[in-house]
Nanobody, 120 residues
């Protein structure tokens, strides 16, 4: 079982920055993939960024060049640095952890979410 706690959300003006944190209850060395998702009102939850246990990253096109996902293994924490924020980035942001203990078996864990609002 992995518990995830997000923090760092808030209200920011367009063009501003925020850094989200996701603290895991276990060593993130045990987690194969960690991701950030977001869900805007009335929309589905969408993948934003992913980082693997090997450090490989991937981003949805709409945030490339603005968002950076990173991990601090010593703190069991994954971050999402968000720069040049736009109104369309407004959403609840969720942290996700995926473990694959053996071939064909995948466990998914979610945090409670943190609200990001971009508005003037």
């Amino acid at each position: 079982q992995v518990q995830l706690v997000e923090s760092g959300g808030g209200l920011v003006q367009p063009g501003g920055s925020l850094r989200l944190s996701c603290a895991a209850s276990t060593s993130i060395f045990r987690i194969n993939v960690m991701s950030w998702y977001r869900q805007a009102p009335g929309k589905e939850r969408d993948l934003v960024a992913t980082i693997t246990d090997g450090g490989s990253t991937n981003y949805v096109d709409s945030v490339k060049g603005r968002f950076t996902i990173s991990r601090d293994n010593a703190k069991n924490t994954v971050y999402l640095q968000m720069n040049s924020l736009k109104a369309e980035d407004t959403a609840v942001y969720y942290c996700n952890a995926e473990t694959r203990p053996r071939p064909g078996v995948v466990f998914d864990y979610w945090g409670q979410g943190t609200q990001v609002t971009v508005s003037s």
